[in-house]
């Protein structure tokens, strides 16, 4: 009887260590799939802003500039969500011109260094406009500072493409 019970206490063993693995299995494979995800979205983030940069630059070599179409537009005091690479592109665009800067806005607002002012989605002076320069998440960052403020919320995106549109005309 004693070797049955000990049969049975291997087995069940087995079977548990079995399950251990088996669970282990599952969750490498979640991180695994997490991470497929998170890389194709920093693949499709960098496709967009390499598209946008190559029309934006194309625009440059026509001699078109966007503080031109703001201007042309009235709008000459703006707000700037994000600033990663297409957000330091458009402030080096506007520095120098007549179009006013007035903060960038970020939700990592503390760890912007940059020679105008930054502060929280909440915290916003009031604009003209709101340019988001974080293209792959307008959509929601626009319906978040919409209900926060009355001016326009226009994407970079936006911007760039309606540019080279109005000024082809």
Same mark, same amino acid.
Request: charged content about 25%; overall charge neutral.
């Given at each position: 009887?004693?070797?049955?019970?000990?049969?049975?206490? +291997?087995?069940?063993?087995?079977? #548990?260590?079995?399950?251990?693995?088996?669970?282990? =299995?599952?969750?490498?494979?979640?991180?695994?799939?997490?991470?497929? *995800? $998170?890389? *194709?979205?920093?693949?499709? $983030?960098?496709?967009?802003?390499?598209?946008?940069?190559?029309?934006?630059?194309?625009?440059? =070599? @026509?001699?078109?500039?966007?503080?031109?179409?703001?201007? @042309?537009?009235?709008?000459?005091?703006?707000? +700037?969500?994000?600033?990663?690479?297409?957000?330091?592109?458009?402030? =080096?665009?506007?520095? %120098?011109?007549?179009?006013? !800067?007035?903060?960038?806005?970020?939700?990592?607002?503390?760890?912007?260094?940059?020679? #105008? &002012?930054?502060?929280? &989605?909440?915290?916003? &002076?009031?604009?003209?406009?709101?340019?988001?320069?974080? !293209?792959?998440?307008? %959509? *929601?960052?626009?319906? *978040?500072?919409?209900?926060? /403020?009355?001016? &326009?919320?226009?994407?970079?995106?936006?911007?760039?493409?309606?540019?080279? /549109?109005?000024?082809?005309?």
């Amino acid at each position: 009887m004693i070797r049955y019970e000990i049969v049975l206490l +291997l087995l069940l063993v087995c079977f #548990i260590i079995l399950i251990c693995l088996f669970l282990l =299995q599952i969750k490498t494979t979640l991180k695994v799939r997490n991470e497929k *995800e $998170r890389l *194709e979205k920093e693949i499709k $983030r960098i496709n967009v802003n390499s598209a946008i940069m190559k029309d934006w630059l194309m625009l440059k =070599q @026509k001699g078109i500039s966007l503080s031109d179409w703001m201007i @042309k537009c009235g709008i000459t005091k703006v707000s +700037l969500y994000g600033y990663g690479i297409l957000g330091k592109a458009f402030y =080096q665009e506007l520095k %120098d011109s007549d179009v006013e !800067i007035l903060c960038i806005i970020d939700r990592n607002y503390k760890n912007i260094n940059s020679n #105008i &002012p930054a502060v929280s &989605p909440d915290n916003v &002076p009031d604009s003209q406009a709101i340019v988001v320069s974080v !293209i792959n998440y307008y %959509d *929601e960052i626009e319906k *978040e500072l919409a209900c926060k /403020y009355r001016c &326009p919320i226009i994407s970079l995106e936006d911007i760039v493409y309606g540019v080279g /549109y109005n000024f082809d005309e």
